[in-house]
DNA sequence: TAGTTAAACTAACAAGCGTTAGTTAGTCAA
DNA sequence: TTGACTAACTAACGCTTGTTAGTTTAACTA
């Protein structure tokens, strides 16, 4: 809280507040009112609202593209590194779940930055199918359609700031060894 | 198409619309210049734009609840209780995923109804839960934390509507046959 | 102390919102 | 042919939206 600058308290005060109803249904004045103040007041540190929108989005698109780069490139097997996105997804989660639901629910509403935004995923996405696919090649990972397991593991990956904020004691290394079992390993004896 | 009432062809349109910009970013405006008509004209048929939501997500929580009471009820395994709600989703899901788009993101703007929608669905969670539970203690399902296997199984079901309509040869049979396989079994060999 | 700046304020704007009232044109049964 | 019904229309309502302009207040800086 000390060295927070106004405009980063705004955009957390946003993020809450648009995990909670959506981007499309928060107005300025809520988060003015949140805030404390009057909403031509946010003016005065931010320049729109689709600036926030931006700033909370593509800060978290650019996060994931890093942590998963270095991924890729280090040479572990395709299971340590299935077991480092799960990680990652921890990692980035837990330190900003509000900003997360923005991620994943708002992006549609991004203007200029639409375009980046979907080519970071989609190469996101193909990164990991890359690895999966490896995983298979070398008998590492069943031998199950590459797009069924994409789409679980990250359907699950994904939904992890639903999830987080409410266990209050969380272990994010606890966290990273039961999910990657289940992930990996599955649930039956 | 042949033996739809206009309302349901507003519905439908509506979900579409919600499906792609969430429910508080759609106009009645926008609804209507789907149809091909002009916003006022749509009250003919609709009482408002909140009883539009409400008939999509009600409808399909309800077919939910039905169905997951049947598989409650069954003498089935865990495991196959397990595998018999993997099919219940696929099943509702596929018939309709437009509707399933607004049941995941635009349930917190439901009015009257958003109370009966949350006792649904932690009613939902709880009988998962226990079928998971009993799982373990049958030995048939890992010892694993039963809310992580709740979860995550949870999360990729509920993300079935983002997938489904992107392979468009869909065999329900073969899909449920892969996604248990993934969500029980794991990816690893 | 005088000047500058940061950050709040009030007031207002044009545009868009969901919705209502009243009207009109076409279709069918009596 | 008349009367009722259906489903569209135009026009407008009161309200809310994001944003701008101009002003005030208090705190630093010279």
Same mark, same amino acid.
């Given at each position: 809280m000390k060295f927070e600058t106004r405009k980063e308290e705004i955009i957390k005060v946003a993020a809450t507040l648009f995990k909670e109803k959506g981007y499309s249904a928060v107005t300025m004045r809520d988060i003015a009112a949140e805030m404390g103040m009057k909403a031509a007041s946010l003016y005065n540190h931010i320049s729109s609202k689709q600036h926030i929108l931006k700033d909370i989005i593509i800060k978290l698109a650019e996060e994931f593209t890093t942590g998963l780069t270095q991924i890729k490139n280090s040479k572990a097997t395709s299971l340590e590194k299935m077991? =480092?996105?799960? =990680?990652?997804?921890? +990692? !980035?989660? &837990? &330190?900003?779940?509000?900003?997360? =639901? &923005?991620?994943?629910?708002?992006?549609?509403?991004?203007?200029?930055?639409?375009?980046?935004?979907? +080519?970071?995923?989609s190469d996101y996405e193909d990164d990991i199918r890359v690895i999966i696919k490896d995983g298979i090649l070398k008998k590492e990972i069943a031998d199950v359609s590459v797009d069924v397991i994409l789409f679980s593991m990250l359907s699950t990956l994904r939904s992890l700031y639903l999830w987080i904020p409410k266990k209050d004691d969380l272990h994010p290394e606890k966290l990273t060894k039961d999910l990657s +079992?289940?992930? !990996? &390993?599955?649930?039956n004896k």
């Open positions: 077991q =480092a996105i799960v =990680a990652l997804h921890i +990692k !980035i989660t &837990s &330190s900003n779940t509000d900003g997360m =639901a &923005s991620l994943n629910n708002d992006w549609m509403h991004l203007e200029e930055k639409l375009e980046y935004y979907l +080519k970071l995923r +079992k289940v992930l !990996i &390993s599955g649930v």
